[in-house]
């Protein structure tokens, strides 16, 4: 399974880094950075996962592009059925220790 990080396609800015990818992972730093490799991933059926510990969730159309979340339950209000519903994003991890990647199917 190819998994692209969002710092790969930073290094060259070629969208052919996603040539044969499952996964994409972006952290919530890099979000505001991430809205043309969003459109791509969407368009060639990537799946994208977005590390938002340490932060709280901001709500933003990033979310309909993204199939899975790590979030921190110390910023967040709600659990992790109520914030599935509140974003659409398929899964929710609140507390998930270890990288990303180890989250992804």
């Known amino acids: ?10 290094q060259n800015s070629k969208l052919s880094v996603l ?4 996964w ?3 952290t919530h730093q890099e979000l505001p950075a991430a809205a043309t ?14 590390d938002f510990r ?3 969730i901001s709500d933003g159309l990033w ?9 921190d339950s110390s910023f967040e209000n709600d659990d992790e059925s109520q914030i599935r519903r509140r ?9 998930g220790q270890g990288e990303l990647q180890d989250y992804c199917w």
């Open 54 to 56: 340490g932060a709280k």
């Open 24 to 26: 994409l992972l972006i």
């Open 1 to 10: 399974m190819k998994v692209v990080k969002f710092s790969d396609y930073q």
């Open 37 to 50: 490799i969003l459109f791509h991933s969407e368009l060639l059926d990537i799946l994208v996962a977005v």
């Open 19 to 22: 040539d044969g990818a499952r």
């Open 63 to 71: 979310q309909r592009a993204v199939h899975l979340i790590l979030a």
């Open 87 to 95: 974003t659409g994003i398929t899964k929710v991890v609140l507390d």
